[in-house]
């Protein structure tokens, strides 16, 4: 069962309480998502490294239930 995007937001906001995050659906499909996450927790940190995080609060569920996330990361201007 594909995952829908309040809870990939919920997930990611879980782990990163200070992020903004902005979840489009590119497919239509609940498979396909784009995401822009923006945080203080990815100051000083490589993209790979913000990427990890994210995936990581998405508790496995990267390629599983959520099959394809693009992803943009940044930390607060």
């Known amino acids: 069962m ?15 309480p200070d992020a903004k995050v902005d979840i489009r659906d590119l ?3 609940g498979d396909h998502y ?3 996450v923006v945080s203080e927790a990815f100051r000083g ?3 790979v490294q913000q990427h990890q995080l994210v995936y ?3 508790k496995g569920n990267m390629g599983g ?3 394809a996330l693009a992803l943009t990361t940044t930390a607060p201007d």
């Open 2 to 16: 594909p995952m829908d995007a309040a809870e990939i937001e919920s997930l990611i906001k879980q782990a990163l």
């Open 27 to 29: 497919a239509g499909d």
């Open 34 to 36: 784009a995401a822009t």
């Open 45 to 47: 940190k490589s993209r």
């Open 56 to 58: 990581q609060a998405l």
């Open 65 to 67: 239930e959520l099959h």
